[in-house]
């Protein structure tokens, strides 16, 4: 899936792992360097789909272009909007990979497409594709213990609630 924010092209794909954990981020580091592209991996089961993906590449960008950032690599820059956190290490524990990950989220942020098509058809061949985890409702004690969302928050909201988490992120200071 490939979209434009900001005049910058995002590609967002999902699948499961087919090398461990710890091998995709560092291979995805190196693909990110090769291609000059941002690019994150992120446990989808902590994920709100593709919208809050997409919600939180679209404010990192934004306050990117006001040279406001929670950290000066714009990978874990990403990180933290995703997770609505300002510390890259809650950030991390929120909604990065873990050795016990197998689903995941990829994110790959491109001033160009080439770039970006390029880098995210690397990033495929770490992954058995499946985007439609983007799409699938995560399992909503997963998001509702990593979000913190009260119990009132519905099943159908909670991704509406994720974004407003990330929304609100910046006033957070």
């Known amino acids: 899936m490939e979209f434009e924010i900001r005049g910058r092209v995002v590609a967002v794909l999902g699948g499961r792992l087919r ?9 995805v580091a190196g693909i990110q360097s090769k291609h000059g592209v941002i690019a994150q991996v992120f446990d989808a089961r902590r ?3 593709k919208e809050h993906l997409l919600h939180a590449v679209s404010l990192a960008l934004l306050f990117e272009g006001r040279g406001e950032r929670f950290a000066d690599n714009p990978a874990l820059n990403l990180l933290c909007w995703v997770a609505a956190e300002r510390q890259i290490e809650v950030a991390l524990r929120k909604v990065g990979v873990t050795p016990a990950t197998e689903e995941v989220a990829v994110v790959v942020v491109g001033k ?4 970006v098509r390029s880098a995210a058809e690397e990033v495929s061949g770490l992954l058995v594709r499946d985007d439609e985890i983007l799409l699938q409702k995560r399992e909503e004690k997963e998001l509702r213990e990593t979000f913190s969302l009260p119990p009132t928050v519905t099943a159908g909201e909670m991704g509406k609630f994720v974004m407003e988490k990330i929304a609100l992120l910046e006033l957070l200071k």
């Open 19 to 27: 090398v461990r954990a710890d091998e995709a981020i560092r291979r």
């Open 47 to 49: 994920v709100a789909g």
């Open 112 to 115: 160009d497409g080439t770039s």
